[in-house]
């Protein structure tokens, strides 16, 4: 939320609205007014002021009315009514429909802005304790997924590690056949072809399963390293970085033509992290939203830096992810996609990577409507000093 104020002035009185809009303009406060109830709706819906005065007694839509609509309105408005003198019991009733306060007219203009700064202060404090509990929120996320990986984990690299053995006898048997049917004896040997073939098979899998417990094997290790090395850290460009995740996976969203957009708050923001590790991640998330979207698809990537954290968001508006497999997305495995088209790790992998990055990585998507990736790095106050 910006410092400058916000403010909807609502009243019938022509002369008493735009004496009391320029006196606030002239302290600051950004004013817009309305001379009716249906009309300050209509323009909290368009663009929503922070703070709304509101006369209590107005032609056609009454103040209490157009309050009771403005709270049930998404958003963390404050209204503060102004009564005339006789009508004060009405801001007490006002109160109760969720007014910030009620002022009677004539209104004492320090007066008024005191009250109007209370009720700003108050808009911040709320919206702060929504980030906190969000926060919050997606840590305790975090760690419920985290604990299940972990177990998951352990199990997989147990199992990948027993594979590896008989993987490697039954490559070797295959070996050993292929050099017997290669030998002069076996020239004439009825179906040698099909033998061939089914020697050529036994390879070929045993090639995409080794390739497997390989990569699980490893994503297991990255997930086990609690944090990432810190030598392999530099000064990301961030911007660089995208861009050359983008050009990788440019060619398979051109032939799908979907359209890979970048948006920056910050023209050269930059991370103190692994960028190797990073690309990788971006390539996962964007190969995924690639493949999730179809022709006329749009993705973005969007950047955010402050001292605190940056982070990364990557939307898509493909086809989204089901409540029911939502929650299984970073297990390893977990995969879609056709036996030859996915193995399921992409996800396992950058959880890895980001928590061992010291940062946090989370979803959110709807089905048939798109998904948003959100990774959240630490932020830049002081570590990069050496
Ligand atoms: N942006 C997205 N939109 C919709 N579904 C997604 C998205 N990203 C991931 N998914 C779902 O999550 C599953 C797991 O993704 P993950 O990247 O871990 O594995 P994969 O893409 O199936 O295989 P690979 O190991 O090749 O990455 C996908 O199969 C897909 O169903
Ligand atoms: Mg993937």
Not at 333 to 353: C, H, N, P, R
């Amino acid at each position: 939320m910006k410092d400058e104020i916000n403010l909807l002035l609502v009243d019938d009185e022509d002369d008493f609205r735009q004496i009391l809009a320029k006196r606030l303009t002239r302290r600051g406060i950004h004013v817009r007014q309305a001379e009716r109830g249906q009309k300050a709706l209509q323009m909290q819906e368009q663009q929503p002021a922070d703070i709304v005065i509101l006369d209590f007694k107005m032609p056609g839509m009454g103040g209490l009315e157009c309050l009771k609509k403005i709270k049930k309105m998404p958003g963390l408005t404050e209204v503060i009514l102004l009564t005339g003198h006789a009508d004060i019991h009405f801001g007490v009733e006002g109160i109760k429909a969720g007014a910030f306060d009620y002022l009677s007219k004539p209104v004492e203009l320090d007066h008024l802005i005191r009250k109007i700064k209370q009720a700003h202060h108050k808009i911040k404090r709320l919206i702060g304790e929504k980030e906190a509990a969000a926060f919050k929120e997606r840590v305790k996320r975090q760690m419920v997924v985290a604990e299940r990986l972990a177990a998951l984990g352990t199990m997989a690299s147990g199992v990948a590690h027993e594979i590896n053995n008989p993987l490697a006898v039954i490559q070797e048997s295959a070996g050993w056949l292929q050099q017997i049917l290669e030998q002069p004896e076996m020239q004439d040997m009825p179906r040698k072809k099909d033998f061939q073939k089914g020697l050529e098979r036994i390879h070929n899998a045993v090639t995409r399963t080794g390739r497997i417990t390989q990569q699980l094997l490893q994503a297991v290790k990255t997930q086990t390293k609690e944090t990432a090395d810190p030598s392999t850290f530099v000064e990301v460009d961030l911007i660089k970085l995208v861009q050359e995740a983008v050009s990788l996976v440019e060619p398979e969203a051109a032939m799908n033509q979907v359209t890979i957009e970048l948006e920056s708050d910050d023209p050269h923001p930059s991370a103190w992290s692994d960028p190797l590790q990073l690309l990788q991640v971006l390539l996962n998330l964007l190969s995924n939203s690639v493949h999730a979207t179809q022709e006329g698809g749009r993705i973005i990537v969007c950047l955010k830096v402050s001292l605190e954290e940056v982070t990364i968001i990557v939307k898509d508006n493909g086809c989204g992810i089901s409540e029911e497999n939502l929650p299984r997305m970073f297990e390893p495995f977990f995969t879609t996609k056709e036996a030859d088209q996915g193995t399921g790790m992409g996800l396992y992998v950058s959880w890895g990577i980001i928590t061992s990055l010291g940062g946090l990585i989370s979803v959110e998507s709807e089905l048939n409507q798109g998904t948003t990736f959100t990774i959240s790095l630490p932020g830049n106050n002081g570590v990069k000093e050496t």
